[in-house]
């Protein structure tokens, strides 16, 4: 028997996806809502737990200056409509990878979860270090390629792949 799973859907946030994002958060946001909500649909109708993450910067002067989205308390913050949502579990993060956030890790142990998936915005970014945290952590992970957005092709993707392979990462 199979342990415990959960699907992980990460920084599907308005700033990254609505039509007033930044032009470097060039994805296809109709595209890309679809295929995760497909993938938050099939993990909840199979009984494993959705979570949402959220990279969120505190609401500091420098960083509405220099970052300038994901800012704590601001409408491009937040989950982004498109988005479905089938369960209360929300988890903020201000790393890339989720696992640094105390709240969040301290969540995972006490689940005790053998197997997750990740998706969401970026591969190259938050969504490939999160992989890589759970990975350390001794979970099976999987990543849902037609779930997952990437602003980044040749070797920037090309070594990320290899060091989530090299993690053992399952490539979905």
């Not at 200056?65 to 704590?72: H, N, V």
């Not at 099976?140 to 993707?157: E, I, P, Q």
């Amino acid at each position: 028997m199979s342990g415990k799973r959960a699907l992980i859907v990460i920084d599907m946030q308005n700033d990254y996806l609505w039509e007033k994002r930044k032009s470097k958060f060039a994805y296809d946001t109709e595209k890309l809502t679809a295929a995760v909500n497909r993938s938050i649909r099939e993990y909840s109708e199979n009984g494993d737990d959705v979570i949402y993450i959220a990279q969120i910067f505190p609401n500091l002067p420098t960083n509405r200056l220099l970052i300038g989205f994901s800012i704590k308390g601001t409408e491009g913050a937040e989950l982004y409509k498109g988005v479905d949502r089938v369960s209360e579990l929300y988890f903020e993060k201000n790393l890339p990878n989720t696992f640094t956030a105390k709240k969040f890790r301290e969540f995972m142990a006490r689940q005790q979860y053998s197997e997750v998936a990740v998706c969401g915005v970026d591969e190259c970014g938050c969504v490939g270090a999160t992989a890589k945290g759970a990975a350390k952590t001794g979970l099976k992970v999987s990543l849902l390629t037609a779930s997952t957005g990437t602003r980044f092709s040749g070797k920037k993707l090309q070594r990320m792949r290899e060091q989530l392979n090299k993690l053992g990462v399952i490539y979905k």
